[in-house]
């Protein structure tokens, strides 16, 4: 999948890992290593321990980081849009996603 995502110029990101990873957390090791750009260290499903976890993860693997709330409406109604445990300012996340975006 990461190879396909890539010959179509996208950048390959794994969403909520400390849900998908089912608590294999030493995974994302391994995913990045078979050429994962990146995590979505920061979600509304995560602890801020399991958050941070992620984020340090990336910065290690020297990986994009993004933030997701997981919002999805009428079907998720106890998730608000933008709640993602990230308290920080996202603008170097929002920057280097540009750059390896080129734009």
Same mark, same amino acid.
């Given at each position: 999948i990461i190879r396909i995502i890539h010959e179509n110029k996208g950048l390959a990101f794994i969403a909520h890992p400390g849900n998908? =990873?089912? #608590?294999?957390f030493d995974l994302i090791d391994e995913m990045?290593?078979?050429? =994962?750009? #990146?995590?979505?260290?920061y979600s509304s499903y995560h602890t801020e321990e399991?958050?941070?976890?992620?984020?340090?993860?990336?910065?290690?693997?020297h990986k994009l980081?993004?933030?997701g709330s997981d919002f999805h409406g009428k079907t998720k109604p106890s998730i608000s849009i933008g709640k993602t445990g990230f308290k920080g300012d996202e603008q170097p996340f929002i920057e280097q996603l540009r750059k390896?975006?080129?734009f």
């Open positions: 998908n =990873l089912k #608590g294999q990045f290593e078979g050429g =994962l750009d #990146g995590v979505e260290a399991i958050n941070q976890y992620f984020h340090n993860k990336a910065i290690t693997h980081i993004s933030c390896k975006l080129s």
